[in-house]
C-alpha cells in the first residue's frame, strides 16, 4: 500500500483492519480521523503526521515514532507501544486505555487533558515533560517510570505504586493522590501546593523545606516522615497516621490535624497558630518551644506530652487529657471553656429528635 492509496482509504471514512504497514514511509500530511485495528505499525515513522482525532485498537506500535505527530483527540486502545518515541510530544485530549508505553520516551512532552487508564507505563520517561492542565493516571503500572523535574497541575494519580518511580525535582500545584503510594520519596524542598493527597502511604517520606500550603493529607500515613521546616500554612491532616514524625520548626499556622495520630510525634518549635487539633492523639509527642496561640487541643490526648518554653495564648485544651504533660507555665491556657461546658450540657439535655416514621 502507498501513503496516497492509504490517505485516500482514511479519507473515505474507510477503518483499516489487519494491515502490516511496517514498509510505509509515510510523508507529513492530513490522515485525521484513521481507524487503525490490528494493524502492525512497529517502528512506522509519524513524524509531521497529523493524525488528530484517530483510534488505534489492539495495534501493535513498537518503537513507532510519534515526535512531531498531531495526536489531539487520539484514541489507543488495548495499544502495545513499548519502547514508543513521543519525545517533545505536544498533544490535547489524547487518551490511552490499556496495552503498554513500557520504555516509551514522553521526555519533555506537553500533554493536556491526557488521560492514561490500567496502561503499562513502567520505564517510561516523562522527565520535564509539562502536565500542567489535567493530565490522569488510573490504576496504571508505573515502576521505574521517570517524572523527574515535570511541572504537575490538576494531575490526577488513582491507584497509582509510585515507589520506584522518579519524582525528583517535580513541582505539583493542585496535584491530586488518591489511594497511591508513594513511601519513601525525597520531596525535600519541593512544592507540592494546594495537593490533596488522601489515603495515600506517605510513609519515611522526606517532606523536609518543602512547600506545601493548603494541601491535604486527609487520612493519609506519613509514619516516621520528615517535615522539619516545611511551609504548610492551613494544611489538612486529617485523621492522618503521622506517628514517630520529625516535624521540628514546621510552619503550620491555622492547619487542621482533628483526628490524627501524633503519638511520638516531634513539633518542637512548630508554628501551630490557630491549628485544629480536636481528637488528636499526641501522647509522647513535643511540642516544645512551639508557637501555640489559638491553637485548640480539645478532646486530645496529650498523655506525657512536652509543653516546655511553648508560647501559648488562649490555647484550648477542653477536656483534653494531660497526665504526665509537661509544662514550664499555664499561663494563657485555657483547659477548661465554660462556654464549651455549657453547650455540651445543653445538647445532652436536648432530647433526640424522633426518626421518621416513628
Given at each position: 500500500m502507498t501513503p496516497q492509496t492509504l490517505q485516500a482509504r482514511i479519507k473515505g471514512g474507510e477503518p483499516l483492519h489487519n494491515l502490516d504497514l511496517r514498509a510505509l514511509q509515510l510523508p507529513s500530511g492530513d490522515y485525521a480521523g484513521a481507524v487503525f485495528v490490528n494493524c502492525d505499525?512497529?517502528?512506522?515513522?509519524?513524524?509531521?503526521?497529523?493524525?488528530?482525532?484517530?483510534?488505534?485498537?489492539?495495534?501493535?506500535?513498537?518503537?513507532a515514532v510519534f515526535s512531531g505527530a498531531a495526536l489531539d483527540e487520539c484514541v489507543f486502545d488495548?495499544?502495545?507501544?513499548?519502547?514508543?518515541?513521543?519525545?517533545?510530544?505536544?498533544?490535547?485530549?489524547?487518551?490511552?486505555?490499556?496495552?503498554?508505553?513500557?520504555g516509551a520516551d514522553m521526555g519533555q512532552a506537553q500533554l493536556d487533558f491526557c488521560h492514561f487508564t490500567q496502561t503499562?507505563?513502567?520505564?517510561?520517561?516523562?522527565?520535564?515533560?509539562?502536565?500542567?492542565?489535567?493530565?490522569?493516571?488510573?490504576?496504571c503500572q508505573m515502576t521505574d517510570?521517570?517524572?523527574?523535574?515535570?511541572?504537575?497541575?490538576?494531575?490526577?494519580?488513582?491507584?497509582?505504586?509510585?515507589?520506584?518511580?522518579?519524582?525528583?525535582?517535580?513541582?505539583?500545584?493542585?496535584?491530586?493522590?488518591?489511594?497511591?503510594?508513594?513511601?519513601?520519596?525525597?520531596?525535600?524542598?519541593?512544592?507540592?501546593?494546594?495537593?490533596?493527597?488522601?489515603?495515600?502511604?506517605?510513609?519515611?517520606?522526606?517532606?523536609?523545606?518543602?512547600?506545601?500550603?493548603?494541601?491535604?493529607?486527609?487520612?493519609a500515613s506519613l509514619r516516621g516522615a520528615d517535615l522539619s521546616r516545611a511551609q504548610a500554612p492551613?494544611?489538612?491532616?486529617?485523621?492522618?497516621?503521622?506517628?514517630d514524625v520529625r516535624g521540628m520548626g514546621i510552619h503550620a499556622p491555622q492547619s487542621l490535624w482533628v483526628d490524627a495520630l501524633l503519638d511520638g510525634?516531634?513539633?518542637?518549635?512548630a508554628d501551630l497558630t490557630q491549628a485544629i487539633l480536636h481528637r488528636a492523639r499526641c501522647a509522647r509527642a513535643s511540642f516544645a518551644r512551639a508557637e501555640l496561640e489559638y491553637t485548640d487541643f480539645s478532646y486530645a490526648d496529650l498523655s506525657d506530652a512536652d509543653?516546655?518554653?511553648?508560647?501559648?495564648?488562649?490555647?484550648?485544651?477542653?477536656r483534653a487529657l494531660i497526665p504526665g504533660t509537661r509544662f514550664d507555665s499555664r499561663a494563657g491556657l485555657l483547659e477548661n471553656d465554660p462556654q464549651l461546658f455549657e453547650a455540651e450540657r445543653w445538647s445532652a439535655a436536648r432530647p433526640a429528635a424522633p426518626r421518621a416514621g416513628y
Open positions: 505499525l512497529r517502528g512506522l515513522d509519524f513524524g509531521g503526521v497529523d493524525l488528530r482525532d484517530s483510534r488505534f485498537s489492539l495495534c501493535r506500535l513498537q518503537d488495548q495499544c502495545d507501544a513499548g519502547g514508543a518515541r513521543l519525545h517533545g510530544l505536544v498533544a490535547r485530549q489524547m487518551t490511552w486505555s490499556g496495552g503498554s508505553l513500557r503499562d507505563l513502567a520505564g517510561i520517561t516523562l522527565a520535564h515533560a509539562d502536565l500542567r492542565n489535567h493530565v490522569t493516571f488510573t490504576d517510570a521517570d517524572l523527574s523535574g515535570t511541572v504537575q497541575k490538576g494531575t490526577l494519580y488513582y491507584r497509582i505504586d509510585l515507589t520506584r518511580a522518579r519524582i525528583v525535582g517535580a513541582d505539583w500545584e493542585g496535584v491530586v493522590c488518591v489511594e497511591s503510594d508513594l513511601s519513601g520519596h525525597d520531596f525535600a524542598g519541593q512544592r507540592l501546593e494546594r495537593c490533596q493527597i488522601h489515603g495515600c502511604n506517605l510513609d519515611r517520606c522526606d517532606f523536609s523545606d518543602a512547600k506545601l500550603g493548603q494541601s491535604g493529607f486527609k487520612g492551613r494544611c489538612l491532616f486529617v485523621a492522618a497516621d503521622l506517628r510525634t516531634d513539633l518542637s518549635g509543653f516546655r518554653g511553648s508560647r501559648f495564648a488562649r490555647t484550648q485544651m477542653h
